[in-house]
């Protein structure tokens, strides 16, 4: 099979506060469309990609360049869904479509409490919530009519969201 434009696959970001719902939304999507799943999270921590690590929130800081040196020749092949919660740093060429998990509060801090998280670092991660940080990040960071927001409170939501996904890849591809 040769490398024609139709055998492209465009690069997707999934973003949304930790507890959002963005792995399990990945997971899916990347078996479903046959796409490479980049959870940055995992990549870092497997790599050393961290400068150091904040005692007061109880995590390790990415060391943003030596991730972007990591990805750069696999996000140029196409079909990657990158999975991270945050998107600020990322190159705007890197990505076809970006999508936000929200989350409300009382269903965030439930799952964020469950995966043990300190009060300051829970506290934080609400804030953020709250302000719809991410969110605004990502339009900042990205041209609005690739930024879209998804639902990740409930499965039905993650259901809605799988194919919102899909169906702008449907799009993409007749494009």
Same mark, same amino acid.
């Given at each position: 099979?040769?490398?024609? *434009? @139709?055998?492209?696959? #465009? ?6 506060? #930790? ?5 399990? $939304?990945?997971?899916?999507? *990347?078996? @479903? $469309?046959?796409?490479?799943? $980049? ?19 109880? +995590? ?6 030596? $991730? ?27 990505? @076809?479509?970006?999508?936000?998990? !929200?989350?409300?509060?009382? !269903? ?13 670092? /829970?506290?934080?991660?609400? @804030? +953020? ?8 990040? *990502? ?10 927001? /998804? ?6 939501? *993650?259901?809605?969201? /799988? ?13």
């Amino acid at each position: 099979m040769s490398d024609s *434009a @139709q055998d492209v696959k #465009p690069n997707i970001l999934i973003t949304g506060t #930790p507890g959002a719902g963005k792995s399990y $939304l990945c997971e899916r999507l *990347a078996s @479903q $469309l046959k796409f490479e799943w $980049l959870d940055c999270s995992k990549i870092a921590k497997e790599n050393n990609f961290v400068e150091e690590y904040d005692e007061e929130y109880d +995590c390790p800081i990415l060391d943003e360049e030596k $991730l972007m040196d990591h990805l750069e020749p696999i996000m140029a092949k196409g079909g990657n869904i990158v999975e991270y919660h945050g998107c600020d740093f990322f190159p705007e060429r890197w990505f @076809q479509a970006v999508f936000v998990v !929200t989350c409300p509060n009382t !269903t965030l801090y439930d799952r964020l409490k469950d995966r043990n998280y300190n009060e300051k670092k /829970l506290s934080s991660n609400i @804030q +953020c919530e709250i302000f719809g940080t991410i969110l605004e990040e *990502a339009r900042d960071s990205y041209k609005s009519d690739i930024v879209f927001e /998804l639902k990740g409170e409930t499965k039905a939501d *993650a259901h809605t969201s /799988l194919k919102t996904v899909k169906n702008w890849y449907g799009m993409w591809k007749r494009k």
